[in-house]
């Protein structure tokens, strides 16, 4: 699967593009077995919202079931993210953020980039995230809104760039963007939010300011993202102190698997 001249230009010039309909609803469906019974063992990689018990994100999925670690590696996937990334491509890190019905919580105003660059010792902002629709995305469910082209921008510094984050999942609130510079930004940006059937993929820079609301529907939005990062920017092991379950330490190039999802 390739990207089309105007979709890379949609990716470049807006920091974001959709792609519609990429799996089938059985491929979904398998996904989505698999995420439900890895979300029933418990474990550090398992983040829940503040009441403890209902799941907010879970982390690297493809490191314990077959279905996901073919996922990361499927032309779907990894074919468009090499195309941008110019570049061989490993996992540095997959996560399923979810949004239970009627109150899954919302995600501060970020970029993604400045906390792999504190946190991961990240040299560029050279990452590609692709993510998965597992559910239909609607304007109620807590849809990612996105500045459109503010990845332009560069790095906005933050004043949480110092801290040490060794112990594990860095929760947006602590990169935030504050009420003002929002408000700034949107006069310059576009606030939109990609929306789409279950099954489409949606790709994004790592510099792009976006955020989300709370889920005020009856129906779940789970968006499974992958970011990859090339090989050749891979960071030292060294300078990547946070726990195996969070962070891709296998720096190998993926190859591409070019099968589906639903096969036995």
């Known amino acids: 699967m390739r990207l089309t001249e105007e979709q890379l230009a ?20 398998n996904l989505c077995n ?21 799941p ?14 073919r996922l990361v590696r499927t032309e779907r ?19 399923v953020n979810s949004k239970q019905a009627f109150g899954g919580g919302e995600w501060a105003w970020h970029q ?37 082209g ?5 790095t906005l510094e933050r004043g949480a760039s110092a801290r040490d984050h060794g112990s594990g999942h860095i929760d947006p609130d602590e990169y935030s963007l504050t009420p003002v510079e929002l408000a700034d930004l949107v006069k310059q940006h ?3 939010s990609p929306k789409g059937a279950r099954g489409s993929v949606l790709l994004f820079s790592p510099q792009i300011v976006h955020g989300s609301g709370t889920n005020v ?20 092991p060294v300078g990547a102190p946070r726990p195996d379950h969070l962070v891709g330490r296998d720096h190998t190039p993926l190859r591409i698997d070019h099968g589906r999802l639903d096969r036995p």
């Not at 529907?217 to 030292?236: D, K, M, W």
Request: negative net charge; proline residues 6%; contains cysteine.
């Open 77 to 95: 996937l990894l074919g468009p993210a090499r195309q941008i990334a110019d570049d061989d491509l490993y996992v540095h890190q997959m996560k």
């Open 34 to 54: 698999a995420l439900a019974e890895d979300q029933r063992v418990p474990g550090p990689r398992l983040i829940t919202e503040n009441d403890g018990v209902t």
């Open 10 to 29: 949609s990716y470049h010039n807006d920091g974001f593009v959709l792609l519609e309909n990429v799996f089938s609803a059985d491929e979904v469906e």
């Open 190 to 192: 576009e606030m939109v």
């Open 112 to 148: 993604d980039y400045i906390v792999w660059r504190d946190a991961d010792n990240m040299r560029a902002a050279s990452q590609v995230n692709v993510a998965l629709f597992l559910d239909d995305v609607t304007e109620f469910n807590g849809p990612v809104v996105f500045l459109r």
């Open 56 to 69: 907010r994100s879970i982390y690297a999925s493809h490191t314990r079931h077959p279905v996901f670690e």
């Open 217 to 236: 529907s009856p129906f779940a939005r789970r968006l499974l993202i992958c970011t990859y990062n090339p090989v050749s920017a891979a960071p030292s």
């Open 150 to 154: 503010s990845h332009r921008l560069g």
